[in-house]
């Protein structure tokens, strides 16, 4: 058995399930909005403004989310500064949830003024602060801001697997792979909610067809980490045998994985397949954290 | 400087009393669990079942039963091993969990924000949330009670002397001596008396089969046959 068994549960739930699902797509979103912003043509604009504003809504609700979640909320900045020696600054680069505060703060920081110059572009911005940031955001400084909450977003999307990993739960730290695992599926869900997003704020078909073949591509790459992840697991796999494995078979590989892998190849409808890959996503988190949080240690050791 | 401190906590002289635990919420003013209200377990004579944010200590009950009238406690008074590699500390993005001078691991309760990193990466599921403070909490050696030059509360309070406190150096000569001591007392003694006895059986075995052998040839010959080893 692994000796994964014998530790505590971290009470990591709801809060966290759902920033690990908003932090991925913001990533996702935010990589392929930088992408398409360096590398694309006028007719991704609107992509790559939905993107950016994806990624910047995304960063504010992760914040709130990981600060709801806290014994003590008021005390979230103590991640960022010493509390007891103000304003000296709180930082171990050898701990992924020190090193992702900081990277979830200046992931916020870009993409929030990505999103500002994007919505100046579109002359959005009526508020005369905002429109004097955003209008400062433009040509390359645009571009840097972009390029770097896209960098800073694939960080968002992966170091949370990387963080599950390195504690002593069983799952997370019976595997190297849900970094990866998390990278692809916030990848994939990053892409679905452009899928969905964009075509409001005048997205081209052949933006949206770039999106899908991306999708389809994310997907491909998931399930095969997928598959690595669950083959690294060994003989810890025992735990998924219960509801989370249903979970985890049907909702995440079926619903998710699957059937929208099916409907981008068909070209059938991109808005369905989309839900799908969301849906997946998230019960990709949900599965993933609640096998391994339903085991207590107390009647491990008593062999229960 | 103080030398490092720590526990050796000798399991064979434990009786599951479980004064070290109360002396432990007493000292450190721990909530009842429960809002006090009585909770069994329900298949276990050990109600409080674990460490965690309100059980600084934990006497476990690791019970061997085979029927109702069949079977034999073990206990273990079990706590914060103040690792000399904290994950727990390594992991801390507040750095509200830090080495005293004593070499023990503290967490300090108006530093932590309840993030609970620390609970996933304590190897042995010793820190859990309190729920009073909303901060992860465990054992803190009673660095209070060091300051002053005072034992831990549990230690002092165990009647049997399984708990005992020290520097780490003075520990480590003590638990070598109790293995002697237990070695001489018969661990030693009862693996000679086993592996007599298992010699004696494979004699005893041995001689059986041979007998068993030489009958069957001797039957064999008495029915005029003749076997391939007899020519």
Same mark, same amino acid.
């Given at each position: 058995m692994s000796d994964s068994f014998f530790s505590g549960a971290p009470h990591w739930t709801w809060f966290i399930i759902l920033y690990f699902f908003v932090g991925g797509i913001a990533g996702g979103a935010s990589l392929l909005a930088a992408i398409l912003d360096w590398f694309g043509g006028t007719e991704d604009r609107p992509v790559v403004r939905t993107g950016y504003n994806v990624a910047a809504v995304g960063a504010i609700v992760s914040g709130a989310l990981l600060t709801i979640d806290l014994? @003590?909320?008021? @005390?979230?900045?103590h991640m960022i500064f010493q509390s007891a020696n103000f304003p000296a600054v709180m930082f171990k680069g050898w701990s992924p949830i020190s090193f992702g505060a900081w990277g979830l703060l200046l992931f916020g920081l870009f993409a929030v003024l990505a999103a500002l110059g994007g919505m100046a572009e579109e002359g959005r911005l009526h508020n005369p602060a905002l429109r004097a940031v955003g209008g400062a955001v433009r040509g390359g400084l645009a571009k840097l801001v972009g390029g770097l909450a896209g960098l800073l977003g694939v960080f968002i999307a992966g170091y949370t697997g990387v963080l599950l990993s390195v504690t002593n739960r069983p799952i997370w730290a019976d595997s190297p792979w849900l970094g990866a695992l998390f990278i692809a599926s916030g990848m994939s869900t990053g892409a679905a909610a452009l899928i969905l997003l964009a075509p409001r704020r005048g997205a081209t078909e052949q933006s949206l067809a770039r999106l899908s073949a991306f999708d389809t591509k994310a997907l491909a790459v998931e399930l095969l980490v997928l598959v690595l992840f669950l083959a690294s697991l060994g003989s810890v796999n025992r735990v998924w045998i219960g509801f989370w494995g249903l979970v985890l078979l049907v909702g995440v590989v079926g619903l998710g994985i699957l059937a929208p892998l099916r409907l981008h190849l068909q070209r059938r409808p991109l808005a369905s397949a989309a839900k799908l890959v969301l849906l997946g996503g998230f019960l990709l988190r949900l599965a993933t954290i609640f096998v391994s949080e339903g085991i207590e240690h107390y009647r491990v050791t008593a062999g229960m | 400087m103080p030398e490092p401190m720590g526990f050796f906590t000798d399991t064979t002289v434990c009786i599951g009393c479980k004064a070290c635990e109360v002396a432990c919420k007493e000292w450190n003013q721990l909530p009842a669990a429960n809002g006090g209200i009585g909770e069994l377990s329900g298949d276990s004579y050990d109600n409080t079942r674990k460490l965690d944010g309100i059980h600084w200590r934990h006497v476990r009950f690791i019970e061997q039963f085979k029927g109702p009238y069949d079977g034999r406690w073990l206990m273990m008074s079990d706590v914060c091993k103040h690792c000399v590699q904290a994950g727990c500390l390594e992991v801390c993005p507040t750095g509200a969990i830090i080495r005293t001078e004593f070499d023990t691991v503290v967490i300090q309760s108006d530093v932590c924000n309840g993030c609970r990193a620390c609970i996933a990466a304590c190897p042995f599921g010793v820190i859990d949330v309190n729920p009073v403070s909303g901060t992860a909490q465990k054992c803190t050696l009673c660095y209070d009670r060091l300051k002053v030059g005072l034992e831990p509360a549990c230690s002092k309070a165990c009647p049997t002397d399984s708990i005992q406190f020290g520097s780490i150096t003075e520990l480590r000569t003590r638990a070598h001596k109790r293995v002697d001591q237990l070695k001489a007392q018969g661990v030693k003694a009862e693996l000679a008396k086993s592996a007599t006895f298992s010699a004696a059986s494979a004699a005893v075995l041995g001689v059986l089969a041979l007998v068993g052998l030489r009958k069957r040839r001797m039957d064999e010959q008495s029915r005029g046959g003749g076997g391939a080893g007899n020519v």
């Open positions: 014994g @003590r909320p008021l @005390r979230f900045w | -």
